[in-house]
């Protein structure tokens, strides 16, 4: 009846439709979800204003938060997660391309940073924390997809670890792994010993 829509579950009241974004059967299709200050954000598609930024709370009920992308297009905001008292995520816009972006209730949806200048597209993924910055996958000047790491404080990018198509990041005693998309193996960063394979699982040059 509804197309794809927000629903919640409790063991009181079971699933229950929370908000019917695209009104009707139409889907909204509400992706990437996550918390922050009290709230559900998430990207979600109105109908009218392409997939953008939303939130949900019981009091205001669904809000569209930011419209990124004016009009019918979508910025499409992606891997969303919490830091420093910002919401940090992946979206498109007409002059920038794909870029990092940051929300928070005082300034609103902003460009945190162009990681390839101009048009061309970022395309920041597996946004996750460590160290206290952000790492993540993504295009550089050069069209290649590596590993970065980005310090909000002074808004620096590392990059050039020659690690390409980076994902899956999980922190463990004080290290960050991952898999190598090109080679499909294990590898490891920290601040002293940079990007380092760890485990070659499937030998040879096959993916694990």
């Known amino acids: 009846?509804?197309?794809?829509?927000?629903?919640?579950?409790?063991?009181?009241?079971?699933?229950?439709?929370?908000?019917?974004?695209?009104?009707?059967?139409e889907s909204s299709d509400p992706s990437s979800m996550t918390v922050f200050n009290d709230k559900l954000y998430f990207a979600a598609d109105d109908g009218i204003n392409g997939a953008e930024l939303w939130s949900y709370d019981?009091?205001?009920?669904?809000?569209?938060?930011?419209?990124?992308?004016a009009g019918s297009d979508s910025s499409n905001p992606n891997w969303?997660?919490?830091f420093k008292d910002k919401l940090y995520f992946g979206a498109r816009e007409e002059i920038n391309g794909i870029?990092?972006?940051?929300?928070?209730?005082?300034?609103?949806?902003?460009l945190a940073k162009d990681i390839t200048a101009g048009s061309l597209h970022a395309n920041p993924s597996s946004i996750t924390v460590f160290n206290d910055k952000l790492v993540f996958g993504a295009y550089n000047s050069n069209k290649r997809n590596e590993l970065m790491i980005y310090d909000p404080t002074d808004g620096s990018?590392?990059?050039?670890?020659?690690?390409?198509?980076?994902?899956?990041?999980?922190?463990?005693?004080?290290?960050?792994?991952?898999?190598d998309g090109v080679s499909g193996e294990l590898?490891?960063?920290?601040?002293?010993?940079g990007a380092i394979f760890v485990a070659d699982i499937n030998d040879g040059s096959s993916c694990s």
């Open 157 to 179: 990018v590392l990059d050039g670890f020659n690690v390409f198509h980076p994902t899956n990041f999980t922190v463990f005693q004080d290290k960050i792994y991952f898999r």
């Open 187 to 193: 590898w490891s960063y920290d601040t002293a010993n």
């Open 99 to 110: 870029e990092l972006w940051s929300y928070d209730s005082t300034n609103g949806a902003v």
């Open 80 to 82: 969303l997660l919490v």
């Open 1 to 25: 009846i509804n197309g794809d829509e927000l629903w919640s579950y409790d063991t009181t009241n079971g699933a229950v439709l929370v908000a019917d974004i695209n009104e009707g059967s």
């Open 58 to 69: 019981k009091t205001n009920g669904a809000v569209l938060i930011a419209d990124i992308r």
